[in-house]
Every structure is written in C-alpha cells, then in structure tokens.
C-alpha cells in the first residue's frame, strides 16, 4: 500500500495541472491548526475523531503546550487525482517572518477569521503579506458554531456580523490596491485606466456569490458555500442554480416562489438567513434531542446511524469535501500562479523592468513562466528548518544522520531536482551576469544534491526527484545557505527577492552556557538558529558575551528552547536588554510640566503681599524650569539677581538675547541664575536643613547645568559654545520613518531632493515651529544625525546660507548635480577665501583682543563667519573647513550614539552652534602642541559639548513600547484594565461589537512592563481574553527623571527624599547599572536592622 500511495505521489507531482500549493493565515488562535486536521484526516493519516485535538502540525513540545503554531509547516494530501501541498503557518505575530516565508512557496492561501472575534490587527497584517505576493485567497469564516452556543444570536443578528466582517476584509484589500495604484500612477506619471481598476477590484474582493466565502466549524468538521445551497435549492424551486446563487446572499427575500428586493413585511428575513442559517440554527437548538436530529436525519435522507447533532453536521456538509472543492476549483496551478507572481518572486529575469538585462534570461523566463518540468533548474530556498534524526525516513538511501542538522525547505519553479545533479548555490549578493563569457562568482557556490525529501508534517519522507511546481526539502546545505538563496543549474541565474521580514528585533538578552566547558557547542547552535530564523539578530559583544535579538517573549523563548535542544545542553539568559532612546522635551511640552510650577509660585506671591515686588516675581516664574528650590532658597537667590553684576555674565547675556530662539525674555534671568547656583551646590536635608551637601551625584549635577555649554579643545586654543532644545517629536518620528531614502539622498547622493524638501517643509508647517527655529534650518542647518540622515539636526551659525544642507539641495534641484561635487566647489572657495582673509590680516596687523576674565589665553569670538586668527590656525595645521566640519559631525554623531542618562541612542535632539573661539597665541607656543591633531581634538570637544548642552535641556526617556489589542467580554473587561493600568498601559480605543458583546480594547503598553503580560492578564480573567502584542514605535517618558522637591508644598507632600516612584529614574539607573555605569543605590538600607542578624558561633 505504501508502495501504491508512492507512485500514486511521483505521478500527481509531474501532473502541474492538479496541483495546489496554500498556506492557512489566520490570527492566533482562529483555527488554522484545527482546519488543517480536518484536512489531513480526510487522507486517513490521522484519526477524525482526534482531528481538532491531536494537532498535528505542530510537532513541537512547546507548540502543544501553548497551543499555538510557531513554525511552518508543510504536508502533501492527495483529494480527486489532485495533489494539494499545505502549509500551517503560525499566526502569533512575533513569527511573521514564518507566515511570509510560507507565502512565497505557494499560489493561493485560505485566509481564516474567526467570526466571533471578528477581524483582528494580525488579520490585516496577514491580508497585506497576501496581497504583496500576489496570492489569489478564500475566506474562510471559522467557528460559526460560536455563534449559536455561546452567543445565543438568532440568525439574522448572525448575518449582519459575518457581513460586517465579510466587509472589514475587503476594505483592507481596498486599502492596499489604491496604495498600489498610487505609487503606479507617480512613478509612470499617468493614471490608470476606471474599468482596469473595477476589474482589478473585482478580482480581489471576496464575495459568497463567487463561492470564494467558505462558512464552516472546524471542530464539528462542517462548512458550507452560498453554492452548495444553491444547488440543493435549484432542484427543489426548479429554477437556474447560478440565478439563485447570486440571490442567497445580500438584502434579496422570497416571496410568493418569488425573489424580490423589498421585504414582503417588517422584519422579513433575507434568503441567506431563511433557506440556510435557520435550517443550522435548528439543528444546534435540538442538539440534545436526540429523536428530533435523527427525524432531521431522515428528511435530508442522510444513510447512516446519526448519534448526535455533529455526525448529522458533518454527513449533510462535509468539511473536507467544501474546502477541498473551493480549493481546486478557486486557487490557481503553479502554471498559472507563476505567470502572474514571476516578477514579484524575481524581477531581474524580466525584460521590462531590468536595465541590465541578460539574453540569457529569456530561457529561464519562459522556463518559469510554463513551470517547465524540462527547463533549466531554478529552485528558491525560502528557508532553512532544523528537523531532529528520529523524524526522517532514510529508506536505507544514506547512513542515519547524527543529530539535529537544517534542511533547505523550497520549491521548484523551474526544471526537475534529481539526487547528484550538480548545481549552482547563488547568494543575494551574487550580481547580474552580462557577458556570456565571463562568470561572476560572487556569493555563488557549486554543490551535489545528495539528499532530497518530501515535507510531511515533522517527518521528512526520502525521494530521489522532484518536477517544477513542487514544495522539496534539501539536505545537506547547512554551510552553504544563509537564511534564503537561489538553487540553478546555470550559473547565470540572478538571485529571487529575499523575503521581505517587516518585524525587527525588539526584545535583546545575553545568553552563555551554564557549564563553561559547553561554550563551543553552544556557539555551533547559535549559528545554527542564526540560518534558519529570518527574524532572529545575534550580535557579539566586544567582552566576547552573545547577545540575542527577537521579535518578543514567545519568540525568545522559542530560541532559547531551540539552542538548548541543538546543543543539548542548558544555557543561562540575562534580563532582557530594553531598548530605550533619550531626548529633549519640546517647548510645549515644557509649558505643560511648567504648570505646577507656575501655580506653587502664585501662591508665594500671595503669601508675599509685597505688591512693588510683582512684577519682579513674574519675570523669576520665567526661569529655567528644571531648577525648582524651597521658597525660602528662592528669596535668596532673587535678592542675588538683582544684584549680579559680573562682566561675563552681562557679556553673555548680551550675545545670546540676540541668538537665542527660545528664550528671549527669560535668558539674561536664567543665565544669571545658573551662573549663581554653580557658585554653591547646596542640598537640603530632612533633618539637617542647610547643611551642605557632599555627595555629587548625577541629580545635582544635571540641576546645576545649562543648555548652553562652552568646551575647549585640550589644548586650549579652540572653544566651541553649543546650546541644546528639543524638537517635535513628531518630527524626529517622520525623519526616523524616511531614513531610507535620506540615506539614499544624503549619504549615497541618490534620489529626488524636491520631493524630500517638498514633505520636509510639510511637516515643519504641520507642526507649527516657531519662526526662528525654521529660520536656522533653512540657512544654518550643517546636518542631520547620526551618519547624516538621523533623527536629530546640528545647526552651524558659523556657515554662510548657501552652505546650509536645506540650500544645497533647493541649488540641486535649479542646478542638478551631485553634493560631493557642491562640496568640492565650496572646500576650493574655502580655501580662496581663508588665503584672502590671511594676506588682509598680516597687511592691518590686528591687535589681539584680551579678555577680561579668562587669563589663560587670548580668544577671539566668532559670530556668523569664520575667524580670521582660526583659519590661520587650521591652515597651519593642515585643516580644511571640510575637515573641520567633519571633526564636528564626527563629535556629534558620537554623543548622538551614546546619550548622558544611560549610553542610550538620542533622538528630537537639535543642536546649535552658537560661537567659536579662538585662542591666538604666539607661533612658538602654537608649535609646541602635544595633544595630536587638532581634528581629534576638536572631536572630543564636540561630543562633551553636546552632551553636557544636553544634560541642561530638560532630558527625558523615551521607551519602546507594544500596540496592545485586548478582547474580552463585560465581565472581564474591568479586570483587563486593571492589569493594563499595573503595567502602565494606556488605553487609546475601546470598541464595543453590539452583535458579540465583545470589547476590543486598543492601547499602548511599555516594553518594560510588557513581560508575562499575557500570563498576568489570563490569570486574572480566568482565561477570558485575548492579548495581541504588537510593536508600535517610541513614546516619550514625561516624567523628569531629576525631580526633588524643593517648594514648601513638594516638602509637605513627599518630604524632603526623592519622589520614592520615580519610574524614568529607576529605569535610567536600571540601565546604568546593567551596562556598569555609576548608578545611585543604598547597599545597606537601614543599619540599625543588622543588629537582629544572629551571629555565627
């Protein structure tokens, strides 16, 4: 028998005509892994009663326990002389990278929604990944049953919900095709054709009438299409089965054996509800009446014994028998699913779209457009699996494999794989081939095919060929595939597109071996995960530590279950590593944190009564608000204000009233201020009051400083003055989006500069920046950050208009040429310019200009150009302008890499360089420099410039955090929100669904707080919830991490200790403390409690 069931395989396999490859997508836990039970038992591999609770498909431990699918899954079943290759795949979203792999091996999916839950966040991410490969689908919507037993809906409530869901679907279709039809219409710059995109439309949408609408319960093993109605009803009624099928769905009513479009009286039910969902809601309301589903029995004339209501369900509407005939009769062949999907699987071989293209890909074009059998062999590798010995069928071909190797799970699009064929591996970095006699051999390899295996389930059966249209697993590739690669008999094969992996690491931990002695083995494992997971990153530490990055939780301890499996040993995890970024609150953000302040001092003015003082004390309100102190101190220090009188202070003030673009009227009072407070730190305590404090710890450090910093270079002959805002966060969000083609635009010279200037001014007018800031940008803006194209910006008041980067690229778009070559120009009228300013110098003889309050050199101030005496300096030091620009974008590209509260990377952060000065000393003294090159230094000025610039601008956390989705029922729901809110959750919408009484609940949940969430959240609803976390960017942590009570009300409410729950501070000082930086913490608490520790006799 097994024998026959062999070459009943090899002969369906050359049949492409009667073969259909599918993946099931769905969310988790919509029922893919049950449906796919059904399938399988039809081919008796599993028992039909353990379909639904065996799951078969999911051969991992862990995968039983959790009950969910983590991995792809492949299996072949034979229905009607057709050969249907299946893929399960997981619908948890930390493994999409699973479900896009899967895609790109199969022509068709069944898109699963459970239609009590409805459609959900992953149900649109799946729908998307569909569409962008070119997938023709089937609905499905599962679990109907639910409907009638936990709901109790009556059948016309049932038919508004699953049309309600039936559009939700294809709205989201919708919104992906006009999304494609515009980027069509920009790039070739006309607009498609309204009957083109009606068909277009038409073909996509699914609709009961097409028979593309599947109804069923997967667990009773029964399901049904509007057509398998009409077909029963067509003989009864004697009338044209297509006419009535597209009657049984939409607002259609019977009346007098009549169809019509108006309801015969009020609260007629439509044909849909009376000739089917009445019929099934009948039978589950007398599902434990036993006589009355055996009478039902009788009058469909079903043959058989029916012992309940499931039997009497799955003999009238056979599971098995609808799905499969939906699924040869709906999805396309691999002849015709190749003829449309060639040029998103490899767009090099078409003629059309390629530049460079290669006579020799006509071959191979025709050859996978026909899937020919006998063509040249093209094979894609979507991915590598790692399949344990015990679950492979030799058949006495080759020795048993020892341990856990990795199979190349693919498909053959062109030609046929045979044992020994001598092949080509092509890499994604191979490049394209144009002279027939010279071959390129990067990144390709020549191999043997040594092992070839059919995919069934968790076993691999051995084969010795394999025609196009097929799904294989390859052996024997471990060292030479890396994630995905191409397979070709000829060398000139260009390399398929990659699958594209949309999810990036978000959850990092370091991992070592609990033995050290198993550290090698553990490494092999590493690598070996490394190939066969697209989404998992691994990143080695200069100390030599590992550190893993995945997609989440689940994902993460799938890894590990994996590395300890491989390596057959225990390993040791860290806390996971949370990725945080730091910024600059924004001025209206500071407004609002300002508040509280503002109304504490209201009420001292009161308190006051001193009317001729007022208008001193509003002005005082105005300053710096992060440098909050007790009233009394506050008396103090404005009594000093009045009588400050310090010539670098007033000189200054005076310069940057002028420069300022945020302050104004408040700068001369906080400069004054802070001036003031560096003189004498003092910190109050509890019990000591005005006792000076000596420990200098980050707090008073960060209160102490300014957002205006001068740094001088070591030796003391350049100083560099920055000041530090923030920016929009929304923003430094949209330049994050983008820097893909800022990259391509910025830092390759590539791309269109209009349409980056065009949205760049967009969002700035959005966002309503003040006219000074816009000002500095369009004429002083030196470059974006890190690498040129992040998400901060350094402002230059040094450079000239026309050198600002906003300039360059309005002159590149009037005079199109590359940056390099503007730079050139401007570097060649640099130095023009700095030997004409020299000549000048020497003939006037300018006299030095001492200062005043510094004694340790002479400096002469820059204010808008360079400096006579500093370009001197940077000619006798060989130091162009460009290389002096490069040694700044360098010191601000470092600080931006690691900011001041915990090496975190910075973010909204602009950057203004205020002045440059110049120490001009003699020629000798000059000469005698011992500290390297003046780049260097000026390098590390910068950066402790920036940072320190920072530190005084109001810093603020900002953290990852999780698209939280929630549903629950009413009762469950306060619970829900209880766990939310523990966790710092933030509900953004709740949705209440009339027809299920379901609330969906959308919010934002912190990285941080996000694990055991699920766990939590199940426990506390006793089950009753479903919890989808995805990933959904950065949010700024509003809380001051440097707050400390000063004011007599901050004293009466927390006294005179820190806030004890200051979340941004414990995770700052978290983060301090795992990467071994200075970080506050008490080792002993309370020393008096020592004494009740007993004592060692």
């Known amino acids: 028998m097994e024998d026959q069931k062999s070459i009943l395989l090899q002969k369906l396999q050359s049949n492409t005509v009667n073969i259909r490859n599918l993946s099931i997508i769905a969310h988790v836990d919509h029922g893919k892994t049950t449906l796919t039970d059904q399938l399988i038992s039809a081919n008796n591999i599993i028992s039909k009663r353990l379909a639904g609770n065996l799951r078969y498909m999911d051969s991992r431990e862990d995968e039983q326990l959790r009950g969910i699918t983590m991995k792809s899954s492949s299996i072949s079943i034979i229905y009607e002389n057709h050969l249907i290759n299946l893929i399960d795949s997981p619908g948890h979203v930390e493994f999409s990278s699973e479900v896009q792999a899967a895609l790109r091996l199969t022509d068709g999916a069944l898109v699963l929604v459970d239609v009590l839950e409805g459609f959900s966040s992953q149900t649109f991410n799946v729908l998307k990944q569909m569409f962008e490969e070119g997938i023709k689908g089937i609905l499905v919507l599962n679990k109907v049953d639910r409907l009638i037993l936990e709901k109790q809906m009556d059948p016309d409530q049932a038919f508004i919900h699953m049309s309600q869901i039936i559009e939700q679907v294809n709205a989201a279709l919708s919104s992906f095709l006009n999304e494609q039809i515009h980027q069509v219409e920009e790039q070739k710059e006309f607009s498609l054709d309204d009957d083109y995109i009606t068909n277009l439309e038409s073909n996509l949408y699914f609709c009961p009438t097409k028979n593309n609408v599947v109804f069923c319960s997967s667990i009773d093993a029964w399901a049904f299409t509007v057509g398998t109605f009409s077909a029963i009803f067509a003989k009864k009624l004697k009338c044209n089965q297509q006419a009535l099928q597209k009657c049984l769905w939409g607002n259609y009513y019977f009346k007098n054996k009549k169809v019509t479009i108006t309801p015969s009286k009020e609260g007629q039910s439509v044909l849909f509800v009376d000739f089917i969902l009445k019929n099934i809601w009948n039978i589950y309301n007398n599902k434990d009446n036993i006589q009355k589903i055996q009478s039902i029995a009788t009058q469909l004339q079903l043959n058989g014994q029916i012992a309940n209501y499931k039997q009497l369900m799955t003999k009238w509407l056979p599971f098995d028998q609808c799905l499969f005939d939906r699924i040869i009769k709906e999805l396309p062949n691999p002849i015709e699913a190749q003829r449309s999907r060639k040029d998103i699987i490899c767009k090099r071989i078409n003629r059309q779209i390629t530049k460079n293209y290669d006579a020799r890909y006509d071959e191979l074009y025709q050859s996978i457009q026909n899937c020919d059998p006998n063509g040249p062999l093209v094979v894609f590798v979507s991915k590598m699996v790692s399949i344990p010995p015990e679950c492979i069928d030799e058949k006495q071909l080759n020795p048993k494999p020892q341990g856990i190797l990795s199979y190349a799970f693919a498909r053959v699009f062109s030609g046929t794989l045979h044992l020994n064929q001598p092949v080509y591996v092509i890499g994604p970095k191979s490049k394209i081939i144009n002279n027939v006699n010279q071959v390129d ?625 414990d995770l700052i000082m978290a983060t301090r403390k795992r990467k071994g930086m200075n970080f506050e913490e008490k080792i002993v608490v309370a020393a008096d409690k020592q004494r009740n520790l007993s004592k060692k006799k």
């Open 441 to 1065: 051999q990067t990144d390709i390899q020549q191999f043997e095919i040594k092992k070839i295996y059919l995919m069934m389930a968790q076993y691999l059966e051995a084969i010795k060929r394999m025609p196009a249209g097929n799904l294989v697993a390859i052996g024997g590739l471990d060292d030479l595939i890396f994630k995905t690669s191409t397979i070709s008999s000829v060398n000139y094969c260009p390399s398929f597109a990659p699958t594209y992996v949309k999810f990036k690491s978000i959850v990092r931990t370091m991992i070592m071996p609990s033995q050290q002695e198993d550290q090698p083995k553990v490494l092999q494992a590493i690598k070996k995960l490394y190939k066969c997971d697209p989404s998992l990153e691994v990143q080695a530490l200069d100390s030599g530590e590992l550190v893993l990055g995945t997609c989440g939780e689940v994902h993460l301890q799938r890894c590990i279950t994996d590395i300890e499996k491989i390596a057959d040993c225990k390993v040791k995890i860290s806390e996971p590593i949370i990725p945080f970024k730091e910024t600059i609150i924004y001025k209206n953000m500071l407004e609002e944190s300002n508040e509280k302040f503002q109304k504490k001092m209201a009420k001292v003015l009161v308190q006051g009564g001193q009317k001729q003082k007022k208008q001193q004390q509003q002005q005082f309100e105005q300053k710096s608000k992060d440098d909050d102190i007790d009233v009394e101190k506050q008396k103090q220090f404005k009594q000093k204000l009045q009588e400050a009188e310090e010539t670098e202070i007033v000189k200054d003030t005076n310069i940057l009233e002028q420069e300022d673009i945020r302050y104004n009227q408040q700068l001369k009072e906080e400069v004054k201020f802070k001036y003031d407070q560096k003189q004498q730190v003092k910190k109050i305590d509890h019990k000591n009051k005005g006792k000076q404090a000596t420990k200098n710890n980050l707090l008073v450090e960060v209160q102490t400083k300014s957002n205006l910093v001068e740094e001088f270079t070591a030796n003391q002959k350049i100083a560099v003055k920055v000041r530090a805002i923030g920016l929009p966060f929304e923003l430094a969000t949209w330049i994050e989006n983008n820097q893909k083609y800022m990259r391509k635009l910025l830092y390759e010279n590539k791309g269109d500069p209009k349409q980056f200037l065009e949205e760049f001014d967009t969002i700035r007018k959005s966002l309503k920046i003040e006219k000074k800031l816009n000002e500095l940008i369009e004429n002083h803006l030196q470059c974006f950050g890190p690498k040129k194209f992040g998400p901060n910006l350094l402002i230059n008041k040094m450079i000239k208009s026309e050198d600002s980067l906003i300039q360059k690229l309005r002159q590149q778009i009037q005079n199109p040429q590359p940056l390099v070559q503007q730079q050139q120009i401007i570097q060649q009228d640099f130095q023009q310019q700095a030997e004409e300013q020299n000549q000048m110098q020497m003939q006037q003889g300018e006299e030095k200009v001492e200062s005043t309050k510094d004694s340790k050199s002479q400096l002469s101030d820059t204010t808008g150009s360079i400096a006579k005496g500093l370009e001197l300096y940077l000619s006798q030091q060989d130091l162009s302008q460009d290389a002096m620009n490069n040694a700044i974008n360098l010191g601000f590209d470092l600080a931006l890499n690691a900011g001041p509260l915990c090496a975190e990377p910075i973010i909204g952060a602009c950057f203004i360089i205020e002045q440059l000065k110049f120490s001009e000393e003699d020629q000798q003294q000059q000469q005698q420099d011992t500290y390297g090159p003046i780049s260097g230094q000026l390098i590390s000025a910068m950066k402790d410039a920036c940072i320190n610039s920072f530190l005084g601008a109001q810093p603020r956390l900002v953290e990852s955090v999780y698209k939280c989705t929630l549903q629950t029922d009413f009762t469950n729901y306060g619970k829900s929100i209880d766990v939310l809110n523990q966790r710092r959750g933030n509900v953004v919408n709740e949705v209440l669904n009339s027809c299920t009484s379901l609330f969906t609940v959308q919010a934002r949940l912190p990285l941080s707080s996000s694990f055991d969430f699920y766990c939590q959240v199940q426990s506390a609803t006793s089950g009753h919830v479903s919890a989808q976390l995805d990933f959904d960017g950065w949010s700024i942590l509003q809380e001051d991490p440097f707050y400390q009570p000063f004011t007599d009300d901050d004293i009466a409410e927390n006294g005179m200790q820190k806030v004890e729950r200051n979340t941004a501070r």
